[in-house]
């Protein structure tokens, strides 16, 4: 199985993080979204909506979308289970995860494409061009705000973002609040809970895949 992958990307890496908490291997094909070269006709054959990730299965089916792509690794491997077990267990991780996508990683992707230099004119991926938006920039980095403080009391109770357990919600978090270092936005120091989540989850093995 080949991984299209750009490192600095928060997309691949929530797969990379999957894959590495499941234990299974991927072959990394590095995109270099830094010269474009997910727009060149190579990848588009690969994937027409020329973003990352995208996994290419030994048939040469491909996969796109990160979510996607985690669901199928977690068929082909169901332990550790971080989409939650059982009924609840399994609507509740979703609900966390959702919010992880809609309140954390969407508000950080606003405020980046709408501000920095690099994206001008591709403030959305994909295969439409889309100018930027100052005012959703700002928009976004309210809604960060808000997603530190939300989170903040949700870890206050909480060991993990679903419950007792880490799973697929906390990849979500952690990659949206690493990449919102590029907006310079940091965890408060009195958002302790936050703080003390985010050491446990970064020092795992997986972090750094
Ligand atoms: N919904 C897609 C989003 C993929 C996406 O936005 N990928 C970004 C990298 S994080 C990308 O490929 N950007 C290419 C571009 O900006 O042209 C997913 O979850 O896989």
């Known amino acids: 199985m080949k991984l299209y992958d750009y490192e600095r990307a928060p997309n691949p890496r929530r797969v990379r993080i999957f894959a590495a908490e499941k234990g299974i291997e991927l072959e990394k094909v590095n995109i270099d979204l830094g010269t474009k070269q997910q727009m060149g006709d190579d990848y588009k054959a690969i994937n027409s909506r020329i973003s990352v990730p995208a996994l290419e299965l030994d048939d040469g089916t491909v996969i796109c979308e990160s979510v996607a792509i985690c669901r199928y690794l977690d ?5 550790p289970a971080l989409f939650g ?13 959702r919010r992880m996508e809609i309140e954390g990683l969407q508000p950080v992707a606003d405020s980046v494409r709408n501000t920095v230099e690099f994206f ?3 403030a959305l ?3 439409h061009d889309f100018e930027q938006i100052p ?8 809604r960060v705000d808000i997603f530190y403080d939300t989170l903040n009391e ?3 109770e909480s060991p993990f973002i679903a419950g007792d357990d880490y799973t697929i919600a906390d990849i979500a ?3 949206a609040i690493d990449f919102a270092r590029v907006l310079k ?3 408060g120091e009195d958002q302790t809970a936050l703080q003390r989540w985010h050491d446990t989850v970064s020092a795992r093995p997986s972090a750094k895949a």
């Not at 077990?85 to 966390?96: F, H, I, L, R, Y």
């Not at 005012?135 to 309210?142: N, T």
């Open 154 to 156: 949700r870890l206050n």
């Open 125 to 127: 991926a994909g295969p």
């Open 185 to 187: 936005k940091r965890i």
């Open 75 to 79: 068929e082909i491997q169901p332990e």
């Open 135 to 142: 005012a959703l920039a700002e928009r976004g980095m309210k």
């Open 120 to 122: 001008a004119g591709r």
């Open 173 to 175: 978090a952690l990659c």
């Open 85 to 97: 077990t059982g009924a609840v267990g399994k609507a509740n991780v979703e609900m966390w995860h």
